[in-house]
């Protein structure tokens, strides 16, 4: 049976809007043609169809001979009491269909055999026996079809890889290309180059770079890729220059990635080698080991006895154990841990949501670099366990989830939480859903944009599990909310859940969780990366102290005047947007309903106060009188044409007249040298397409914060501009332009045109002005093509910069560093998820000792995963000191005595 729910020869931008920044559009177009296999439609299965088909590929046929049971029905998310006894997969087929448009979905119900597996360039097995695993491991590597197994028991899971004899990885990390400027080159042997120190060249030996822009030694520019070799963090060396002409000045050294071609073992021969084995976890340097002949044994268990070990059944283990010990008469092991094994086999029967959520998450992930050739497969083993989880002596009761992923609230449905009697789960999410969430955020659908996301998700997540109580808010997690979530509130918690995609929002949940003695489980994402960290009272460390400290600001110097990378103009431009279409828009509106406005306005210092109080009486009078409020839409375009001319033309220009092309440092090095580029002015021509783009989105925006309607068609903005007359410009000799941010600051506490702050104030205080109509603010909205507000962004930034011979961006680049877009994709957010329901686990039965938990960052673009022990809490001073002061109340004080395990 097949499921097309259409089909496109283009890549759908707004489905996949923040997986493109992840994957590329190379990569999605490679994904667009590849067909993939999934067999086995339980728990495991499910989870890796689910991310496969919101990924992209061309074609997924999901097979499964088995019918759905009770068991199933606890980690299958798409199978319902109405489907016990019908095939798993022939149940899942439409429902998975349903999650991307753009995939060709089918279900198989027949036994797995050569015909099948060859129609397919990438076969997944789960659930499946180590005869079937060798079997068409065999025939995959011999075809050249790109092989996965994963499987799951309990607590433990399995991945492995084998993409053949010869695999070409064409990006191996996903990361940009460095690209730094030059500082100097050595003429010698070896020629060091020496970046500025505005950013660390990020390179490693061996690695390949190409020059630009490099004047005096230009022979470099004309080279092919170099290998360098790393000094420093700012330095490298790149061979024998002796020979070249004498540096001057400039350049930018840009990394070029090398392919890398890999060579996998056929499972068979992979089950001997024990160094293909990746080790994950810290607190256990060697149980993956003893895991690969654990999950060996089990399989010689199951194909004797017919069935898994028995449920906490000692005698079964101990069989168990037998067999792994006659295993390692062949491995050798050194150290061989038994209770692991032991504990596999006491928990094999188990089917739980959260394990399979993150190995699902790395088996998807690993289909998309079988497809796109993009990302570091793993090589070739790997194995994970959260054996902690189980009991550790006694077990306790009790756990609001604010702004939680679909993920976490599906797992949570599949573990039952708040599904008891007196459980309860609150979430909260301010946001609507659009299209963009519905490729990582499977509990949407097409039908649910514009609704509350809160709303849907607690009606999907109830759909999976109709026993679950949840209560959904739409409210922000700040200070005005606190009304809400007050210390009744919190003290009927028993824990809580974040996924929330600012900082500020995290410190703030923490220290509310902090405040009331709450654990907290946090979890985010970043493309490939993922990060975990759960939160224990008076045992681990709070998020606050962990989070980076690092700024990534760019200084207010360089966006004014000196400019040399794309980021730099974007967020220039992205500047021009908030000042020009909404600050002064927002700030006329204040002065015409606020009679303290300008008293206030005159309280932020006198270099401000002029800013602000001359934009606004330039945007209450027009054009005639001086100002600039427009009358018409021919007024709007002739605004647009002239402050094209006053940011690309005469702003450059009276840069250049300050600092002229061969200015000299005081110590007599070249000004425009470094990180600093020379710029040069543009002529306005309305035949360009930038330059006239930039007119209609500015003219458009204009005439909307004045209730203007414009146009976008471009012959009539052109016959607009034939009439219009720029007033000509000279450099003025009396203007100072800042070099550093330290200058900027010092000229704001300097005394500024008193006269002018006198005049405005005077002109300002007519009542004739409190009548004037008020503006319209605009909100930057970047997933909307309509509205302009992106074009302005691509074309200003791209004008300027064409001013300072930057490269240009296109739009999809342009969008997501002025959008300030969080790069997602589907896999990660699962295997984040299912991270953070282990820790949950832990939390519910009330573990104390602090290496049950685990805080793990992982990067499925390399196969990189770093599991350990949380840091001991470092605020045990601060529980006290609250505690003192009266912010902490007993915890027989609470507001509700009647506690389940289940209030999260």
Not at 53 to 69: I, N, W
Not at 338 to 355: C, N
Not at 512 to 519: A, Y
Not at 581 to 601: G, S, W, Y
Request: aromatic letters at 8%.
């Amino acid at each position: 049976c097949f499921y097309k729910m259409s089909e496109i020869s283009e890549i759908d931008e707004g489905f996949y809007s923040r997986q493109l920044y992840v994957l590329g559009h190379e990569a999605m177009h490679r994904m667009g043609s590849a067909k993939v296999l999934i067999a086995g439609m339980k728990g495991l299965g499910v989870e890796i169809a689910k991310n496969v088909v919101l990924s992209g590929v061309k074609h997924v046929t999901v097979q499964d001979e088995g019918m759905t049971t009770w068991s199933d029905l606890s980690s299958q998310f798409f199978l319902k009491e109405s489907h016990l006894g019908q095939n798993r997969a022939t149940c899942s087929v439409q429902q998975l269909a349903v999650l991307n448009p753009h995939v060709v979905v089918a279900d198989y119900t027949g036994p797995l055999d050569e015909n099948l597996l060859l129609q397919y360039q990438v076969v997944v097995l789960t659930d499946s026996s180590l005869e079937d695993q060798k079997r068409f491991g065999e025939l995959c590597h011999s075809h050249g079809i790109k092989f996965i197994v994963a499987d799951t028991k309990g607590l433990c899971g399995q991945l492995f890889c084998d993409f053949g004899e010869k695999f070409e990885v064409l990006d191996r990390d996903g990361e940009m290309p460095a690209s730094v400027m030059i500082q100097s080159i050595s003429k010698d042997n070896p020629g060091v180059v020496i970046c500025t120190d505005d950013q660390k060249h990020g390179l490693s030996d061996g690695d390949k770079v190409i020059f630009s822009e490099v004047q005096g030694m230009t022979e470099l520019n004309n080279m092919g890729p170099v290998e360098i070799k790393v000094r420093g963090q700012y330095s490298f060396s790149i061979g024998d220059t002796s020979a070249l002409s004498e540096y001057e000045r400039g350049g930018v050294v840009n990394e070029v990635k090398q392919p890398v071609l890999l060579k996998f073992k056929p499972l068979s021969e992979a089950l001997q080698d024990h160094d293909l084995l990746v080790m994950n976890d810290f607190g256990k340097i060697s149980r993956h080991k003893t895991l690969h002949l654990a999950f060996q044994a089990l399989h010689s268990f199951v194909k004797k006895e017919k069935r898994l070990p028995g449920l906490w059944s000692q005698s079964d283990a101990d069989y168990l154990l037998n067999i792994v010990r006659e295993l390692n008469e062949v491995a050798q092991l050194e150290e061989l841990d038994e209770v692991t094994v032991q504990s596999l086999s006491f928990t094999a029967q188990g089917d739980l949501a959260p394990i399979n959520a993150f190995i699902g998450g790395l088996a998807a992930q690993e289909v998309i670099k079988a497809c796109s050739r993009k990302f570091t497969p793993l090589q070739q083993w790997l194995y994970f366990d959260a054996l902690e989880c189980l009991p550790e002596e006694n077990i306790q009761t009790h756990f609001i989830s604010g702004a939680i992923g679909c993920e976490l609230l599906k797992n949570f449905a599949l573990m039952g939480l708040g599904a008891g009697d007196d459980g309860h789960i609150t979430i909260t999410d301010m946001d609507l859903i659009e299209r963009s969430n519905l490729n990582r955020q499977f509990l949407f659908r097409t039908r649910d944009i514009g609704e509350p996301k809160s709303k849907v998700a607690a009606r999907a997540a109830c759909d999976i599990n109709p026993q679950m109580r949840i209560t959904a808010h739409q409210n922000r997690l700040d200070a005005d909310s606190e009304g809400v979530y007050d210390y009744c509130f919190f003290m009927g918690l028993d824990g809580v859940a974040a996924a929330l995609d600012n900082v500020e929002a995290r410190v703030y949940l923490d220290g509310r969780c902090v405040q009331h003695q709450k654990p907290m489980l946090e979890g985010g994402t970043l493309g490939t990366k993922g990060h975990t960290l759960v939160v224990v009272p008076h045992l681990t460390e709070s998020y606050g102290p962990a989070k980076s400290s690092s700024s990534n600001a760019i200084p207010l110097c360089t966006l004014k005047n000196f400019p040399h990378r794309i980021e730099h103009t974007l967020q220039w431009a992205r500047d021009q947007f908030e000042g020009l279409f909404k600050q002064t828009p927002e700030n006329v509106n204040f002065f015409l309903r606020d009679a303290a406005f300008i008293k206030r306005t005159l309280d932020l210092g006198d270099t401000e106060a002029l800013e602000i109080l001359g934009g606004v009486w330039s945007s209450l009078h027009d054009m005639e009188a001086g100002g600039q409020r427009p009358k018409s839409w021919e007024d709007c375009v002739r605004w647009a044409h002239c402050k094209w001319e006053s940011l690309f033309n005469n702003d450059i220009r009276q840069l250049l007249h300050c600092f002229p092309p061969d200015e000299k440092t005081t110590h007599g090095l070249p000004f425009w040298s470094g990180s600093k580029r020379c710029p040069h002015p543009l002529t306005f021509d309305p035949s360009n397409t930038t330059h006239i783009e930039y007119v209609m989105a500015g003219a458009n925006l204009y005439g909307q914060i004045y209730g203007i309607k414009g146009t976008r068609d471009f012959t009539s903005i052109r016959g607009i501009l034939e009439n219009v007359h720029v007033p000509a410009f000279t450099p003025k000799s009396s203007v100072k332009i800042h070099v550093t941010d330290k200058e900027m600051e010092e000229e704001k506490k300097r005394e500024c045109d008193d006269v002018r702050l006198e005049e405005l104030k005077g002109k300002l205080a007519s009542p004739s002005l409190k009548s004037s109509a008020q503006m319209y603010p605009i909100d930057f909205e970047k997933d909307d093509d309509s509205n302009f507000h992106m074009d302005y962004i691509v074309a200003a930034s791209n004008l300027r910069a064409e001013n300072y011979d930057i490269p240009a961006a296109d739009r999809h680049k342009s969008k997501r560093i002025a959008g300030r877009i969080i790069p997602a994709i589907a896999t990660t957010t699962a295997a984040v998820a299912g991270l953070m329901c282990l820790e949950l686990y832990k939390l519910v039965q009330g573990h104390q000792k602090i290496g049950s938990y685990r805080t793990a960052y992982i990067n499925l673009a390399v196969q990189y995963f770093v599991m350990s022990q949380p840091r001991y809490s470092e605020t045990v001073w601060v529980w006290f000191q609250l505690w003192l002061q009266g912010k902490i109340q007993p915890l027989h004080k609470r507001c509700h005595d009647d506690r389940s395990s289940c209030n999260f």
